[in-house]
């Protein structure tokens, strides 16, 4: 498993993890970061990795 977790001072809003890892990650009322699931595999990891890697703020670190 791989856990996700997310530095909400790094967060501007860009919504880039939202939009391509729905599963995973969410938007709050002003568009920024939401973690949906903490702890991932599979597909669900495979999201992540994708939000993590297209944060430009480096918010997203997933870790083993």
């Known amino acids: 498993m791989t856990r996700v977790t997310f530095d909400a001072d790094r967060c501007t809003g860009h919504g880039r993890c939202y939009t391509l890892a729905p599963d995973v990650f969410d938007a709050d009322e002003v568009g920024h970061c939401v973690v949906l699931v903490e702890e991932v595999s599979g ?9 993590e890697q297209n944060c430009p703020e480096q918010a997203i670190t997933l870790s083993r």
Do not use: C, K, R, W
């Not at 597909?43 to 939000?51: D, F, I, P, R």
């Open 43 to 51: 597909a669900l990891e495979a999201q992540a990795v994708t939000g």
